[in-house]
């Protein structure tokens, strides 16, 4: 079996007059909520073997946060993450199918409607993902990423 971790990016600062949206840091909420997925993480034997993260301040800073407990691994980020659907999001998992647990740190409603149709087939029989939520999806080793192949085995946040 193998898994993939999906990780909605923590609480994030408004934006300031003339600010991007990408360029949105972490509220001190958000921090604590990213160092509090780290513990669960390593309380729940979940630490991921590869980090792919969205191009977004506040995706990276969420990234950090949990890395800064579960222990530093390697961590890419991916620009195709930021604004993604699931298709997109499947893409970019389905380049590192070769490691046994990833971590994917993005944005709703991709992730949410990911999750979604990993379990269930349809994007639209999604549960609600809020701000650093964790789904574990649980699939074959050797099965490819398409709708309906993986079971959520685990959903928390903060």
Known sequence: MRQLILLRHAHADEPRSGQADIDRPLSVEGQAAAEAVGRWLVDNDLKPDCVIC???QR??????GVMRVTGYIDMCTEDAIYEATPG?????ADRYRDIGRVMLVGHNPGLEQLAALMESGQTGDYRGMPPAGVVVLTLPKTAALEPGV??????WWP
């Open 54 to 56: 969205s191009p977004a």
């Open 59 to 64: 995706a990276r800073e969420t990234a950090e």
């Open 88 to 92: 997109v999001l499947i893409d970019v």
């Open 150 to 155: 993986a079971s959520i085995t685990q959903f």
